[in-house]
């Protein structure tokens, strides 16, 4: 008897706790389906909070995608691309020299980019989101970064690891993925 009396009264406080939560939404905008929130005021405000943080997760993606859509503006216009697509249609080895420059420019131009993705990845695991973006291969990323291919596949899945799902698709999804003939055109 007793636990029911206690859950009862634990149930009904967050009750109280959700109502009092619920006043202070309405305040601030209308309640949507108060119905629903007059019968169940717990389960509303965790709907909202769901809410909340998915439209949260959006705003961070949105805002990578236009910190990225900047940087490969500026990088655009370094004339980079020209060396990557060189380097993509050339098949043989790569120059050790034409690997510094992108490098460098990866550096230069996606900056912003690089303070935006996580503080837990490793500088490769950066370029290598960059890289892929940009529409290299990750036998030919190995060769600019003087990594092998297993090792582009293994720091592949520990970024897969280490960004959620959007940001990941951000810069590996096929649909996202850019193409440097395109911006050669």
Do not use: W
């Not at 050339?90 to 996580?118: H, P, R, T, W």
């Amino acid at each position: 008897m007793f636990p029911i009396l206690l859950a009862t009264c634990v149930f009904m406080i967050a009750e109280l706790y959700a109502i009092t939560k619920m006043i202070s939404l309405n305040k601030e905008n209308a309640l949507k389906r108060p119905f629903l929130a007059s019968l169940f005021p717990v389960i509303y405000i965790i709907s909202i909070n769901i809410r909340n943080k998915e439209n949260n997760n959006i705003a961070i993606i949105e805002q990578l995608r236009l910190v990225l859509k900047k940087d490969d503006e500026k990088f655009k216009e370094s004339g980079c691309y020209s060396i990557i697509d060189s380097i993509i249609n050339k098949g043989g080895a790569i120059d050790n020299k034409e690997c510094e420059i992108i490098v460098g420019s990866i550096d230069n131009y996606y900056n912003d980019m690089f303070n935006q993705l996580s503080e837990v990845m490793t500088e490769n695991e950066k370029y290598i989101c960059i890289l892929h973006h940009l529409g290299v291969k990750p036998q030919t990323i190995g060769d600019i970064l003087h990594i092998s291919y297993a090792t582009v596949r293994t720091h592949k899945a520990r970024i897969k690891l280490k960004l959620s799902e959007p940001e990941f698709d951000l810069f590996f999804s096929i649909r996202h993925s850019t193409d440097t003939t395109n911006y050669l055109n």
